[in-house]
């Protein structure tokens, strides 16, 4: 059956008609990829030409193309009927706008594969509409039994509906119990239903994701009768790869190292029954390197030349997203799709996510440490050993990738074809397993020095208390000018470099020479080549990232980790950036019109300066942003009180966690377990916990640790076992969410100052005083308060919760900081007294009902 098809003229204007005969006429009849300019009767009245190709191909360079562009692409032959080609990128650029169009080499017949639509102007939200949900009456009173209505809610959904209508940047911050949730969401999935336009809602945690996707748009979709479609994105790496579940399958006996094959076979037989493909999908969780052998990544993809590309879960995931108003992602994701688009400059295209203009950032008080984690790099001597090691297996040599593409080449049929592939075998026999052991001492051998320099430099500077302590170095001017920097570790990584581009540029000879190979025998080794690919770009990052270490770069900060394993000492090098203002205001504030961002604790001191100056948002003109304060609307002065005894010591000072232990056990009697202790050091927790187990078990009270379960089932158990006592640390000072009696007490062991010894800490509290600033006040202080907050936000989740916090860090009233600690939380009533004051106001306040 022929394709339709219609006059060109009745799409292209004259003049570009002439354009596109010109341009095909000077690519010799070959296939050309331009992209055309429409006027406002979407006639194409302008062409500009980005690609040349063959008779068969052209190269598709579509980062160009723009909402209401449109792409055309000539066949030779005169038959417009799409190819599978066309069809994929046609699919990709209809969902962003851009139109699609074949020619014959004449432009006299054209097949609108994707016709142009006109670009819609935007329908602003209402807000009488959008609070209509949320009055006494109204959908959400109707529908929910216990729904309450909330002024602080609707003060924050006239801020974002604000933020969308008039394209600004708003800061929330939403005390617990706003319902933030909501207060976004409704207007995001309005705008998103009114004018087409998809919304990305970001989080820091797995919690709230599942909460929106399973909770809160369920809740949406049922109470305001509301047709759209969500989206939990993951990223790439937490589905499988069925290309390398197949290549196992097949070749194991080359690729499976022995240790990993029970769980590789385990995983092997769940790839067969999978729904998803994703991790989220397994009962157990897998060994890292288990995983990695048959987890989906970018650079070991062939995309539509893969056999199963149709079949793929990434892919599948993708398309799901790409059709998708609402995607639910978390920052990690967000971050590494603004790194893509802001490196490709396409920021109306797609990057890892489908192009979007409006972005909720919740829990933003995390975005700065996330954009570090992003750019910042680490280089171990087992980040480069597993990379050689998939090359030529480290404990088999008969195993590895090039043991397996040898194996290919044996498949080869023609003459010519076959002695390449002998030539290609014998390199890697005679030079490139050499190569690789070769490459292999040398990286064993230059950490194995650098680290026995750099420990007894420690020792000999007595920087380590404790030999199985963890050190970090940081790479200040002092250190760069010292004997160790210059020949002992600036000359061996540099060596180290040379020997890694060496071997490199050994393994481009070997893929130049496959590239001799003709196409049929190149398509037998495709699956295997993109993996050696992959590793020899990877090894050159190494290098990158190397090179980058021992360069100076002042907006940089560059660390030595060292710890001991098994008695030898492992060394790893670290570089962050000192600041991530710039880059983000790059990245993220200067290319979306729209972005929420909100959490339960951004202010200190009752304003946002500290978190502004921290991410950027300092640089955006005022007019552009907008910044609103919430409250919660729990009754705190009727729900808790604070404990604070002052009759304990400093937590430097030398009886301190004696008198901890003591207390802490002291408190649990009081409250009948029910008691999530939160520490700052994992030590001190590790030692109470041994210390205090036996006796709060004795009381009958289950006694939790953190590190004895994953986190999930930690807090599914603490839940559960309503006298449970839970010793945790660092990520369990928020993100939990735990209502009713079985948190009835929070104990706030410490301040949660961060150490100020840690490298990046440290550095960007010099840099803070070098610029004429304050770092304790200016930096210390505030993230301390901030995570301050989010401890004592643990307690109540809910109007009907009770309990009480207990502080056993008298700097709080005794330092001339500690009230900004005091005044970033709730009105509250506090008691600031003796142990023995505070443990009796306690006990009566727990004894009596709210009531």
């Not at 142009?116 to 109707?142: I, M, R």
């Not at 301190?656 to 927790?685: Q, W």
């Amino acid at each position: 059956m022929k394709t339709t098809k219609w006059l060109a003229g009745n799409f292209i204007a004259p003049e570009a008609l002439s354009s596109i005969q010109d341009a095909i006429k000077k690519a010799g009849g070959n296939e050309i990829f331009l992209i055309g300019k429409l006027n406002e009767e979407l006639l194409v009245i302008d062409v500009d030409v980005y690609a040349m190709g063959n008779k068969n191909a052209v190269p598709a360079i579509t980062k160009d193309a723009k909402y209401g562009d449109v792409i055309i692409h000539n066949h030779p032959d005169g038959i417009l009927d799409p190819s599978d080609a066309d069809i994929e990128i046609a699919s990709c650029m209809g969902t962003l706008g851009v139109g699609f169009y074949i020619t014959d080499n004449q432009v006299k017949y054209l097949y609108p594969v994707v016709k142009v639509k006109k670009k819609p102007l935007y329908e602003e939200l209402n807000f009488k509409e959008l609070l209509g949900q949320f009055l006494p009456g109204g959908n959400f009173a109707q529908q929910l039994p216990r729904y309450e209505y909330r002024e602080q809610q609707i003060e924050m959904l006239k801020s974002v509906i604000n933020a969308f209508n008039c394209h600004k940047i708003a800061l929330i911050e939403a005390g617990t119990g706003t319902g933030k949730s909501l207060a976004y969401l409704v207007p995001a999935v309005f705008w998103s239903i009114k004018n087409q336009e998809r919304v990305v809602i970001s989080t820091n945690t797995i919690n709230l994701q599942e909460q929106l996707i399973e909770k809160d748009i369920p809740i949406l979709q049922k109470c305001c009768g509301l047709n759209f479609k969500s989206v939990l994105v993951k990223g790439r790496n937490n589905y499988l790869c069925l290309r390398k579940v197949y290549n196992l399958r097949s070749e194991g006996g080359t690729l499976i190292e022995d240790n990993n094959r029970q769980q590789l076979n385990t995983l092997l037989e769940w790839a067969i029954k999978t729904r998803d493909g994703s991790k989220a999908d397994l009962n157990f969780i897998p060994r890292e390197d288990a995983w990695e052998s048959i987890q989906s990544e970018a650079d070991q993809c062939t995309r539509l030349k893969c056999q199963f590309y149709d079949a793929c879960f990434f892919y599948i995931a993708r398309r799901n997203a790409a059709s998708a108003d609402i995607l639910v992602i978390n920052h990690y994701l967000l971050m590494a799709d603004l790194i893509v688009r802001q490196e490709s400059k396409g920021y109306e295209g797609v990057a890892i996510l489908p192009p979007f203009k409006k972005i909720i950032i919740d829990e933003a008080h995390h975005l700065e440490a996330v954009a570090t984690s992003n750019l910042s790099s680490v280089v171990s001597r087992l980040r480069i050993t597993k990379l050689l090691g998939r090359l030529i297996n480290l404990k088999d040599a008969r195993k590895g990738l090039l043991q397996h593409i040898k194996g290919k080449l044996k498949e080869v049929s023609s003459d010519h074809d076959k002695s390449i592939a002998i030539d290609i075998t014998d390199k890697i026999n005679t030079e490139i397993i050499e190569a690789r052991q070769h490459l292999y001492n040398t990286v064993l051998e230059v950490f194995e020095d650098i680290s026995h320099a750099v420990g007894k430099y420690i020792v000999n500077a007595g920087l380590q208390k404790d030999k199985n302590e963890e050190m970090k170095l940081r790479i200040t001017t002092h250190f760069a000018s010292t004997d160790l920097w210059h020949a002992g570790i600036e000359v061996k990584l540099k060596s180290l470099c040379i020997e890694i581009h060496k071997f490199t540029l050994l393994l481009k000879t070997v893929l130049d020479k496959i590239g001799e190979l003709s196409k049929k025998s190149q398509d037998i080794l495709s699956s295997v080549l993109i993996d050696i690919v992959s590793c020899k770009m990877r090894l050159k990052m190494v290098a990158h990232d190397i090179s980058f270490f021992i360069t100076t770069d002042e907006k940089f900060c560059k660390w030595i980790e060292i710890k001991r394993y098994k008695e030898n000492p492992i060394i790893r090098f670290c570089t962050a950036p000192l600041s991530v203002s710039d880059g983000l205001k790059a990245c993220l504030y200067d290319n979306y019109p729209t972005i929420l961002l909100t959490s339960a604790t951004l202010a200190v001191n009752n304003n946002f300066t500290f978190f502004k100056e921290n991410i950027g948002l300092d640089q955006i003109p005022e007019d552009r942003l907008s910044e609103l304060m919430l409250r919660s609307p729990f009754d705190y002065k009727k729900q808790v009180i604070v404990g604070i005894p002052t009759d304990i010591s400093e937590p430097n000072g030398s009886g301190y966690a004696l008198a901890l232990e003591h207390n802490i056990f002291k408190t649990i009697e009081i409250s009948e377990g029910r008691a999530l202790i939160l520490f700052t050091s994992y030590n001190l927790l590790d030692n109470l916990y041994q210390k205090l187990e036996p006796r709060i078990t004795h009381m009958g009270y289950t006694c939790l640790k953190q590190g004895m379960d994953n986190r999930h089932s930690l807090l599914d158990t603490f839940k559960k076992d309503k006298t449970s006592v839970l010793f945790a640390t660092d990520s369990f000072w928020e993100g939990i969410d735990v209502k009713g009696d079985a948190l009835e007490c929070v104990i706030l062991t410490r301040l949660p100052f961060k150490v100020p010894t840690e490298p990046i800490i440290e550095a960007r509290a010099e840099a803070i005083e070098n610029s004429g600033g304050d770092a304790f006040y200016n930096y210390s202080l505030p993230m301390a308060v901030i995570k301050f907050k989010q401890g004592f936000g643990r307690l109540i989740r809910s109007r009907d919760d009770k309990g009480v916090v207990v502080i056993f860090d008298s700097r709080v009233v005794t330092k001339r900081y500690g009230h900004i600690f005091l005044e970033s939380l709730p009105d509250i009533r506090y008691i600031k007294d003796k142990g023995e004051v505070v443990f009796r106001e306690m006990k009566e306040f727990l004894a009596q009902s709210l009531h």
